[in-house]
């Protein structure tokens, strides 16, 4: 399932002056079900409180999740089946989603601070606050990237193709095979997801189903 | 042919039903106490809809209307309310409620004034129906649907009893991996369950193209072309005459579907 395709990168620029330092590190802040951290040659158990280091791998398995604490750049919660790349933490972090899906919520980033997630498919760059990405369908060649915000304003830019869109607060869209783009709108499916990262304000767990992004032709009946 | 139809009475009904109908079918017997097809050119018919969308259950509302005959009178009307379930990914269920008017049965054939039949003008009798439907669907490849609707259908004003079979096929041409357009050819049969001579009163096949504006607004355009065979009435049955008259005619038909999701 790991995609070793090119490189989507969904980047956060703020332009504010003023840097403080991310610490270099992570943590596992929540955890359900099996979760997994692979460190060089070694897997290890992940648990709440576990420390994260650049290049780490974590994994969820099914009906899984966790939560992770990026440094100071914000938090991160993985849905079940997701595989998630470590690739740096600090002033610019930068994440790689090989599978599954992933919510983002980045605090205000400053000066030369920056959030990247990376997907093997496309190309994109974003800017935005909490917004979630995830694999959809293979229908061609490559899968299909959903990506919806639900609080900032995110940019998406496929360099290849010269193509950039921006998606408000509240749209989505699809990045066909990876490589096009779809108009932003809202997508009822998207009300289902489950933006809360905090355990002590209740069910964290997303269990929206991604088939639902998908026009459902056995519902297309008008008379 | 009156002494014909004496020997014919003596015959069991369907028999006789037949060789009438076989008569009639050969041109050999038009009599006046028959109804004639009117039909010169199509029938127009109209619709509006309004079909929500919440999940597992979906909401029905339209009203419509149709131009008939040769003189394309405004005369059928209906409304239709009701709601489906889909209780399974592959099978819809679902009860509705029609108020209508100006629909036609058999023995709105009716005899006036010395020698002059005609069909008896319904566009203010109202009728209530209630219908029960299930649509199994399943997906043909990427792109297709094919259905099977099944309908009971009970007339609450005159107790007609129908049951439609509707097998069809839709097919959808998919743009960003949502329909743009779909096409829908599908052939309805409409059984009567307690009334009419004939059990298929109505069939025929009917060719619909449904264009998605929006999320939100969908536009069809449709055409059918409709068997109906009438029996006989109670006033020519007291005329001494029995029938069974096929009416073919095309159906012109356009519509406007509104379709939220919540």
């Known amino acids: 399932m790991l995609m070793k395709s090119p490189v989507f990168l969904l980047l956060l620029f703020f332009t504010v002056a003023a840097i403080p330092a991310a610490a270099d590190k992570g943590s596992i802040v929540y955890a359900e079900g099996e979760v997994l951290v692979k460190r060089g040659s070694r897997t290890l158990s992940g648990e709440i ?164 992004a998908y026009s459902d032709l056995l519902d297309q009946d008008y008379d | 042919m009156t002494e014909v139809c004496g020997r014919m009475k003596r015959m069991k009904k369907s028999t006789v039903l037949t060789i009438c109908f076989l008569l009639l079918a050969t041109g050999v017997w038009g009599g006046h106490h028959t109804p004639e097809d009117e039909g010169i050119g199509p029938d127009y018919q109209a619709r509006i809809a309004l079909l929500t969308d919440l999940g597992d259950w979906n909401t029905h509302f339209d009203i419509e209307g149709r131009m008939e005959d040769a003189g394309r009178e405004f005369r059928y009307r209906s409304m239709t309310a009701g709601a489906f379930w889909r209780a399974h990914r592959n099978l819809k269920v679902g009860a509705l409620y029609r108020l209508q008017a100006g629909a036609r049965h058999d023995d709105d054939w009716l005899a006036l004034d010395g020698n002059d039949w005609a069909w008896k003008d319904s566009r203010e009798r109202y009728e209530h129906l209630f219908m029960l439907d299930a649509t199994p669907r399943f997906l043909l490849g990427r792109s297709g649907v094919a259905a099977a609707k099944l309908r009971y259908e009970y007339n609450m004003t005159n107790n007609q009893q129908i049951i439609l079979l509707r097998p069809g096929y839709t097919w959808f041409h998919m743009v960003d991996r949502e329909p743009r357009w779909n096409l829908s050819l599908n052939y309805a049969l409409y059984f009567s369950l307690n009334f009419g001579d004939s059990v298929l009163y109505e069939s025929g096949p009917y060719l619909s193209w449904l264009y998605h504006l929006s999320d939100l607004i969908k536009v069809e355009v449709r055409g059918d072309y409709i068997t109906r065979t009438w029996s006989s009435s109670e006033d020519s049955i007291a005329a001494g005459d029995t029938y069974l008259m096929e009416d073919r005619r095309i159906v012109l038909g356009v519509g406007i579907l509104l379709t939220p999701r919540f």
């Open chain 1, 49 to 212: 409180g576990s420390d994260l280091h650049p290049g780490d791998l974590v994994r969820t398995g099914p009906g899984a999740l966790a939560v992770l604490e990026l440094g100071e750049r914000g938090q991160v919660k993985l849905r079940e089946l997701t595989e998630l790349s470590l690739d740096s933490l600090g002033t610019r972090t930068s994440v790689t989603l090989n599978r599954g899906g992933l919510f983002s919520r980045i605090k205000r980033l400053f000066g030369t601070e920056a959030y990247e997630v990376k997907t093997p498919s496309a190309v994109a760059g974003v800017r935005g606050t909490e917004f979630f990405v995830a694999y959809g369908r293979k229908i061609e060649d490559e899968y299909d990237v959903w990506l919806c915000v639900n609080e900032g304003a995110v940019e998406v830019v496929l360099p290849a193709e010269g193509a950039s869109v921006i998606v408000e607060e509240g749209e989505g869209i699809n990045i066909l095979g990876g490589n096009r783009l779809t108009d932003p709108k809202f997508y009822p499916w998207t009300k289902d997801l489950n933006w809360n990262m905090e355990p002590d304000r209740g069910n964290i767990k997303d269990e929206t189903d991604l088939d639902a």
